[in-house]
């Protein structure tokens, strides 16, 4: 009976995770004119740590580092996506996604409610160098899918390279010196077609 409860938690979590497929990021996919989903982005971060895993600055465990980008948006299922340029959704952002990973990984049993609320308490707070890694791929990839479309997004919100590179040099630095030098290319290309300010 304690197994099949232990069951039941589980799977009202992976039902509970199919909202991520409903929440909408500003970035768009590459291949038709519509927002990419948390879904599909944890799918990207997820495969892009497997391929990329040896451009990681530090030796990593790559199963530790994919479960932790596939997890790290979990919480905007209740907490939404705030926009990363959006400095007034910044100002609650902390506390609405601490309320959201009590809420969700609380559907788990508790041994997983605290391995999944550890892995991402780990990936925000980016000591180790399996976060590092994970917070540098999720730097980049809305960089190269943006990039990719022509700057869509940064022109709509009027983001200037300056912004750009604050958020994501100094933290695609920690995690990967290729990915850090891929973020450095992007910035200095979309400054000079036209897609950032």
């Known amino acids: 009976m304690m197994m099949q409860d232990r069951f039941s938690k589980q799977i009202a979590f ?8 409903n929440i909408y990021r500003q970035t768009l996919v ?11 982005h944890s799918f ?13 600055k530090e030796e990593i465990n790559i199963l530790h580092a994919v479960k932790m980008v596939l997890i790290h948006d979990v919480v905007e299922i209740d907490a939404g996506d705030t926009y990363c340029y959006d400095s007034v959704g910044y100002q609650d952002k902390a506390e609405r996604e601490q309320k959201a990973r009590d809420r969700i990984f609380a559907i788990l049993p508790e041994d997983q409610k605290e391995e999944y609320s ?5 990936f925000e707070e980016r000591k180790t160098p399996e976060s590092k890694f994970a917070n540098a791929l999720d730097r980049i990839q809305p960089m190269l899918l943006n990039y990719q479309k022509g700057g869509i997004s940064w022109k709509k919100h009027a ?3 300056e912004q750009v590179e604050q958020r994501n040099l100094p933290i695609t630095q ?3 010196d290729n990915i850090y030098e891929l973020a450095q290319e ?10 950032l300010l």
């Open 186 to 195: 992007i910035i200095a290309l979309a400054k000079q077609e036209g897609m």
């Open 174 to 176: 920690d995690g990967s």
């Open 14 to 21: 992976l039902l509970e995770l199919d909202k991520m497929k």
């Open 159 to 161: 983001i200037h390279a």
């Open 30 to 40: 590459l291949h038709e004119d519509r927002p990419e989903n948390d879904a599909e």
């Open 118 to 122: 550890a892995l991402w308490n780990e």
């Open 44 to 56: 990207h971060l997820a495969i892009m740590a497997c391929i990329l895993a040896e451009h990681a």
